[in-house]
């Protein structure tokens, strides 16, 4: 089973600034396989990215993601409030998903 | 809109077993995987394992197999998780959700507690 890991495990940051998250895979992941979620307290996760770089419907540019093998970072720039959340990464290729730990994104 | 609508909460004794249902529209229900992913209280996302509704075929994570069954009523357009001898640490919130390109579509969840 492939495992993936986040970090930080929490990032505090302030409206406006651009925050970089990370999730590193225990082996070489298809990119074209590797999913980022948000989650909300009290909320189902929602899908953000998916194919390491596509944005899913209706979330906005300044989510992007990006990376290849083990090493994939999701970035989200000029923060609003509203991004403040857990993100989840996962992994979705062979016979087995796998989501990382999550990395909470706090309002500093 | 497509939607997935999942059962209410329950309440199970160690031992017993449960069965959340997931309820389907807005979209053709056997052509894309249902999944099931659950969340501990306070915990991350776990994924279950997945169902092909054509097919009927599942595939289990290994850490439920032998205590999950996926499966589906194509006419009503509906999908179920069942998982037996239940323990306290089955306590979580469970999640149907659609595979397309990634889990696009989540359920509201169903929360189940297992006390005695």
């Known amino acids: 089973e492939i495992v993936m890991t986040q970090s930080p495990g929490t990032l505090s940051l302030s409206p406006g600034e651009s925050a970089t998250l990370s999730c590193r895979a225990s082996?070489?992941?298809?990119?074209?396989?590797l999913a980022w979620y948000q989650q909300k307290p009290g909320q189902a996760p929602r899908l953000v990215i998916y194919?390491?770089?596509t944005r899913a419907t209706g979330i906005p540019d300044r989510f992007s993601g990006s990376g290849s093998g083990t090493d994939f970072t999701l970035t989200i720039s000029r923060l609003e409030p509203e991004d403040f959340a857990v993100y989840y990464c996962?992994?979705?290729?062979?016979?087995?998903?796998?989501f990382g730990q999550g990395t909470k994104l706090e309002i500093k | 809109q497509v939607q997935l609508v999942q059962s209410g909460a329950e309440v199970k004794k160690p031992g017993a077993s449960v069965k959340v249902s997931c309820k389907t529209s807005?979209?053709?229900?056997?052509?894309?995987?249902v999944n099931w992913v659950r969340q501990a209280p306070g915990q991350g996302l776990d994924w279950m394992g997945w169902?092909?509704?054509?097919?009927?075929?599942?595939l289990y994570a290994q850490k439920f197999q032998g205590r999950v069954t996926m499966t589906r009523n194509t006419s009503t357009t509906t999908a179920y998780l069942e998982l037996s001898s239940l323990r306290s640490e089955d306590t979580a919130v469970y999640y149907c959700?659609?595979?397309?390109?990634?889990?696009?579509?989540w359920g509201q969840g169903t929360t189940v507690t297992v006390s005695s």
């Open positions: 959700v659609r595979s397309h390109f990634g889990l696009d579509v």
């Open positions: 807005g979209y053709d229900f056997i052509s894309y995987d």
């Open positions: 169902m092909n509704p054509y097919s009927g075929n599942a």
């Open positions: 082996q070489s992941v298809n990119s074209a396989y």
């Open positions: 194919g390491t770089s």
């Open positions: 996962q992994q979705y290729g062979g016979s087995s998903y796998t």
